[in-house]
């Protein structure tokens, strides 16, 4: 006989019910998402298994944004639970949302909490390694990360889309990117307006350009006459109109100086717990895999014994494109599967684009999946880059390996 705790979790509260084998509700009822409701629940386990020797206890929960992930924690770490052996499993909303409507036209917490327990019940679930304190900081290090890294590329679009009333043409003219510390100050008007600029001698605009870059200027006189000919062939705002607009690129550019100082201070923070594992000596063999990227696949991995099989990293990632059969007929080409961890694939991807530019084997295989289609041909490339990189990862990991090169043919 077991027993299957179903919880729905919403921010300020947890439902839960107790099933046994037989579908029978041992108890339910609804507690706040605090210490104090975990305890309650954990009390309800202890009493019904006074009463009743189960030969096995689930706890589940829904993935929850974040709501789900303290209660877990705690139920992880309770001692006497863990005597018991508890297992506390997380559960894909998507599977329970689609099994509850077969059962249930209405829905509410308290019915989401039963079909839980029944859901359960029927050993659709795997047991998950539980994090460790390590891989549990390192995970909220990469997971903001990711969401900064967002953040960045959204302002630098909103500043490139600005900055073209400005100067039109300084795209096509400019030999350096429009982000550096240098080019932000020169951009804004922070220093010069657009008719000093054009004004300034170019002997004076390159000794500024060398100052601003502290001497380490790519090549400041280039620079200096293509923004002196961005400001001759772009159109010319009148003075209010300009105004406004540097306004907004001033806003974006201390936003992206703000951003880019609080993403070194996380780097920071991340190779400082990245040292402590060995998982990460593993991954940094790779080729153009540094610290933050074998971080980030780390912290969403866990422990290596929580996947079994390469295949099934792929599918919690989102690399698989499932199979559809129907009777002697199979569709040749299905879609990506929209599911998944967004912040492995996201790692995952960006590792993958970077090795293809160190590793001459992963670079083969990029360039072959590049010219397999004619259009969106860089991002389908690292994709599959990704997936292939799942099955070397998996492969050090389990191995407790440092990356061979393989030989070219």
């Not at 104090?36 to 009743?52: E, F, H, R, T």
């Not at 390590?134 to 890294?149: S, Y």
């Not at 933050?292 to 989102?318: D, H, P, W």
């Not at 494109?321 to 995952?348: A, I, K, V």
Request: proline content about 4%; some cysteine; hydrophobic content about 40%.
């Amino acid at each position: 006989m077991n027993l299957n705790v179903g919880i729905d979790v919403a921010k300020a509260k947890l439902d839960y019910c107790g099933l046994d084998s037989n579908h029978q509700i041992l108890f339910q009822d609804e507690v706040p998402n605090q210490p104090s409701g975990v305890q309650a629940i954990k009390l309800a386990i202890l009493a019904a298994n006074q009463k009743q020797k189960f030969d096995k206890i689930i706890i589940g929960m829904e993935a929850t944004s974040i709501y789900n992930i303290l209660p877990s924690y705690a139920f992880n770490k309770d001692a006497e639970l863990q005597a018991l052996n508890v297992k506390v499993v997380t559960l894909n909303p998507k599977m329970t949302s689609r099994f509850s409507k077969v059962y249930d036209d209405e829905k509410t917490d308290k019915i989401d909490a039963k079909n839980i327990a029944e859901f359960i019940l029927l050993g659709r679930y795997q047991i998950p390694v539980a994090r460790d304190e390590k891989h549990f900081a390192l995970q909220r290090l990469t997971r903001e990360r990711f969401h900064i890294v967002k953040l960045i590329a959204d302002s630098e679009n909103h500043f490139l889309n600005n900055l073209y009333f400005k100067l039109n043409t300084i795209d096509s003219e400019l030999p350096t990117s429009v982000f550096g510390t240098t080019m932000m100050t020169v951009l804004t008007d922070e220093k010069y307006s657009l008719d000093e600029a054009a004004n300034l001698p170019l002997e004076d605009m390159v000794a500024e350009l060398n100052r601003l870059g502290h001497g380490k200027f790519g090549n400041p006189e280039v620079v200096a006459k293509a923004i002196k000919r961005a400001i001759r062939n772009s159109y010319h705002l009148d003075s209010i109109a300009l105004d406004s607009i540097n306004q907004v690129l001033s806003m974006y550019a201390n936003v992206i100086r703000m951003y880019d100082q609080q993403l070194k201070l996380l780097d920071k923070h991340i190779v400082n717990i990245c040292k402590t594992l060995t998982q990460a000596e593993c991954l940094q063999s790779i080729p153009g895999v540094g610290p933050v990227y074998s971080a980030g696949i780390i912290a969403e991995l866990g422990q290596n014994n929580r996947f079994s099989k390469q295949t099934k990293i792929a599918k919690y990632a989102g690399l698989v494109w499932p199979r559809h059969q129907s009777g002697n007929t199979e569709r040749q080409t299905t879609p990506r599967t929209r599911s998944g961890d967004q912040y492995l694939r996201y790692y995952l991807i960006e590792a993958a684009n970077s090795i293809r530019l160190h590793d001459p084997v992963f670079a083969k295989y990029y360039q072959k999946k590049y010219r397999e289609v004619p259009k969106y041909q860089h991002k389908r490339a690292c994709v599959l880059t990704a997936r292939k990189l799942v099955r070397v990862i998996f492969t050090l990991l389990n191995k407790h390996e440092l990356y061979q090169p393989a030989k070219m043919v």
